[in-house]
RNA sequence: GCUGAUGUAGCUCAGUCGGUAGAGCAGCGCAUUCGUAAUGCGCAGGUCGCCGGUUCGAAUCCGGCCAUCAGCUCCA
């Protein structure tokens, strides 16, 4: 038999004159790396341990240092986890159960479902098994077999995912103790490898993730390598938790809601300030880009929405109601119609192309309630949305500026983007193929040109056109779509849209629909969970606030309160009876950006002590110093 | 909208077996005048989400509704 030469990472090679396991390999090279292995990377490839070697490879032994394991490891515990609720439940059934980025869920149907309460039972079985350290074993099977296997065990979701497999493709089970799950793979060796997992919660997702269906249980746990890795992450979510923007909202007074308005936010005097802020900010930045701001009416006659597509295509998310004459009206979900009547008043020139409009309006969208969610999903709100009216030809320039633009807002927060989209032609769109085509190879070479790292989404894209989509992550991992820019053919042609060319024709401009902070109650929320509410001294609502030692220094402090007020600082006086200590805690826990102590020493010198929410004590200096500071620090954004 | 959970003072949360409500913080008052994350004492504060039912009696048990939370479907 001819031998197998194995090369591993650090270039050295092993030869065997027999087929070998990557777990036989290890053991060769060491125990101690025997022990660690958890799967191996076979030519690239993420394998079992027992997988079998029969000509030259490359291989690498992954131990729990290395991402894949992670993920092999998480992606067996998921059948530690099944195992454990079917020991329990033996009436359970199975879905699917796929690893994610921090951690595993696996989709189970229970009568009665499973809740939080049944968690400790379910961990203390998963110990137990961990204890057992049972083999877990791959088996590669017919069809048949398979489906003879899961229908004499009832699992009729199995079933239906044997049905799904591509034909030509292996089919394989893993077999753990009693336990046996259809699984592609690959897993940990045995059993025993689990040291570190918690179940974290439980949720209904539909089947096939289809609303239609019945819903089962999805239970999400995690797993680490080690339980320090494992205390590390929980901790972390501990301090997640802290940065929410619903709760940082309610601590620092910004907003509040009301059982009485659902999906609707207060806007207390902080946070509208803030949001007043945010909106300036765009409009200034707007305006220097060649917008033009309008401000359109939120109420329409239904008549509006018909030639829009609206009516047609998402009435259900709009309110509606009659008036007295009974005419049917509806609160715009979008500021897009208004525009084009904008655009249709009057006859349009080439020369006025690239037209924009930017708009604030307030929206109302009827959101199924169990999707609203503090900032992030609300009924009503604004975007900063502008509408671009261009010829065909302008696309790709003027796209190029957009997305430039856009990174410069992100960039100005430090703001990064989790993920860029390129959303492409729909098996149900309008418009003509060609200038499809020709309108994703504008937005392709655009994202080039703006060096941006895009997943492509292909026939994903709205009916009406092609898009980009830009998301980030709050402080839970969840992403939200943020900034859009959209191409759309339908809106033109559905408003008779026309402007006379250079050839005093009449032709049809394209529409780019684009927001840059998407909504502003959205990107509030991650603003919030950014900067965990240590806002930047532009946005802060209360940037300084002036602490006495005692009443004696209260005459100098008022003093120096009003002179930052003269001098537009957003200044506040904590001149009560309280410690200094006491004082300084309260304005740290409000995030105040800027404490000023004022005591004997400042009051005789005329200076004042201050204390950054960022770096601490600062020490002292004249007012004149400190007003030239933080003005400095005031204008980093306008 | 669907599944599950939750709803007690402004906030965070106790409240056992069904016997009529409790803490800390915040607030208010008084004392303290203090040097960089909590001074002390006192007072006040509740239609136990709402409606209905069971019961001699309901925060507690049952039903309906509302809201919130975790997800799912959908979306900025």
Redesign the pocket.
Known sequence: MAEIRIQLPDGSTKTFDRPVTPGEVAASIGSGLARAALAAKVNGRVVDLDHPITEDTELEILTSKSPEALEVLRHSCTHLMAQAVKRLHPEAMLEDGPPTEEGFWYDIRTD??L??EDFPAIEKEMRSIAKEALPIERQELSREEAYRIFKERGEKYKLDLIERIPEDDTISTYRQGEFIDLCRGPHVPHTGVFKAFKLL??????WK???ENE?L??I?GTAFPTKQELDAYLQMLEEAKRRDH?RVG?ELELFM?H?WA??EIFWLPKGHLMYRQLSRMMSDLCRQEGYDEVFTPLLFKADLFKVSGHWEHYRE?MFLFDDKDENQFALKPMNCPSHMLIFREKKRSYRELPMRIHDQGVLH?N????????L????Q?C?DDAHIFLAQEQIEDEITALIGLVKRVYDLFDMQFSKVCLSTRPESYLGEKESWDQAEKALSNAIEKNQLDCTINEGDGAFYGPKI?FIVRDC?G?E???A?IQLDYQLPARFELKFINRNNEEEMPVVVHR?IF??F??FFAILIEHYGGNFPVWLAPEQVRVLT????HEGYAQEVYEQLQSNGIRAEKDFS??????K??EG??KRVPY?L?V????ASSRTL?V?SQQK??LG?MPLGSFLEWINREKSAVF
Do not use: N
């Open positions: 009665p479902p809740t939080p919660s439980v949720a209904g997702a539909y993730g289809d609303a819903q249980c999805r999400k619903r309610r809601h059982e659902p999906g998310d969208r959101e199924a309630s169990g999707t609203l969610s503090g992030t999903r609300v009924r709100f975007q989509d839970l969840r939200w779509q943020t859009t927001a998407g909504s109650e959205r030692i005692s009443e004696k009876a309280e410690k200094i200590g006491a300084i805690r740290r826990m404490l102590v005591g004997e020493k400042e002590s204390r601490g004590d002292s």
